[in-house]
């Protein structure tokens, strides 16, 4: 396929009849290559080519949609797609790519896509590109999409998406140190969820989980724009610290830029994330979800725990280069794994402690 870029793009989404979960349409005069970005076990996939001639609509996922959000790319010959930052891998050919990070060490191109909010309870979707032309006869939204409520004020330019260097960067508005101790950390985007009674939205870094609290200082419309990150996003955080708990930092956000690549053994996180079932027990299931690592047997989720790459760990040989160590959140004891195989499809790990081998494959 040529590598092509399209001029720019809009959407507009409607209810629709269509047994299809997520239908794009090419209301344009040229023919459009479309690839999506998506969660596919728990792992954010990129994948492409469906080519859409002119006037016409393609079926692209058939299953009920499981997200709020998927990410999209258009391709049209001699045009510009700018995208908004969210960054997935791509390929001339069809492809099919799990993770986001070093797309290039692993022979793709680092492509920026757009997003498709989907609402907070669709399970089908459509999405319509629009040609340049069309864009100030059409509404971007269409009269059947939710709409935001009239007491709901529209979102200041102090927490609209910035660029950063071809990065999605977010600014809350108040001064970095005015409200405690300034901290910059690259961080892991865990997402936004309900945590001990109280929303909030996490990271990871250095197998410690950080937090920013709806109600907090951190202005919730700033929030609500960090939702619609995937998770394992590597982000550069910026703000200061609230309080030092236990198990968790809170923070005030200043500011968040997307950084790809930035996070210390990137690829190796990408690689694990999601589901993965042992080899020995087909019970017993782990599941990678950012910087959380939870393990189940027949069906029923037993541990939690934090879990990072580092370069060594307390018992590790000498020859080690790489370790996995996993922490208990409530009393921060920790356990250390050896990578010693890691595939798309399997994972083997050393215990140094006890010698044996721990086999995973994909479910």
Same mark, same amino acid.
């Given at each position: 396929m040529l590598r092509v870029t399209l001029i720019s793009a809009s959407l507009t989404c409607l209810a629709t009849p269509a047994l299809a979960s997520l239908e794009i349409c090419n209301s344009t005069d040229t023919e459009q290559s479309v690839a999506i970005g998506h969660m596919v076990d728990g792992i954010w996939t990129s994948e492409g080519w469906w080519n859409i001639a002119a006037n016409e609509c393609? +079926?692209?996922l058939t299953e009920p949609l499981q997200n709020r959000y998927y990410y999209y790319r258009a391709e049209i010959p001699d045009g510009v797609f700018e995208g908004e930052g969210y960054n997935f891998c791509i390929t001339d050919d069809v492809f099919t790519v799990p993770g986001q990070d070093d797309c290039e060490a692993r022979g793709y191109e680092t492509a920026a896509f757009s997003v498709i909010d989907t609402g907070e309870s669709a399970t089908e979707f459509r999405l319509t590109l629009v040609a340049p032309e069309d864009l100030a006869d059409q509404p971007q939204v269409s009269e059947q999409s939710p709409q935001p409520a009239p007491s709901e004020a529209p979102l200041t330019d102090a927490v609209a998406p910035r660029a950063d260097g071809g990065n999605p960067r977010w600014q809350s508005g108040f001064v970095l140190g005015s409200l405690g101790e300034p901290v910059t950390q690259v961080a892991l985007f865990q997402g936004c969820q309900h #945590?001990? =009674?109280?929303? +909030?939205?996490a990271f990871f870094a250095d197998g410690v989980k950080w937090v920013?609290?709806? *109600?907090?200082? /951190?202005?919730?419309?700033?929030?609500? #724009? !960090?939702? *619609? $990150?995937? #998770?394992a996003t590597t982000v550069e955080l910026e =703000?200061?610290? !609230? /309080?030092? =708990?236990?198990?968790?930092?809170e923070v005030a !956000?200043?500011?968040v830029t997307v950084r790809p690549g930035a996070l210390p053994y990137g690829r190796e996180v990408a690689l694990v994330q999601g589901a993965w079932i042992s080899e020995d027990d087909p019970l017993y299931e782990i599941?990678?979800? =950012? *910087?959380e690592l939870y393990e189940s047997y027949d069906g029923t989720r037993t541990d $939690?725990?934090?879990?990072?790459?580092?370069?060594t760990c307390d018992g590790a040989p000498a020859t080690a280069d790489l370790a996995l160590i996993k922490t208990v959140p409530e009393t921060r004891e920790t356990e250390c794994l050896l990578p010693d195989r890691m595939s798309l499809d399997r994972l083997e790990f050393v215990n140094p402690g006890r010698g044996n081998i721990l086999s995973f494959r994909r479910p």
């Open positions: 393609a +079926v692209i #945590q001990f =009674g109280e929303s +909030v939205c920013a609290a709806y *109600g907090g200082p /951190t202005p919730s419309a700033f929030l609500d #724009q !960090l939702n *619609g $990150l995937p #998770q =703000g200061d610290i !609230l /309080t030092y =708990g236990d198990i968790t930092i !956000l200043s500011a599941e990678f979800a =950012g *910087g $939690l725990f934090y879990w990072r790459f580092d370069e």
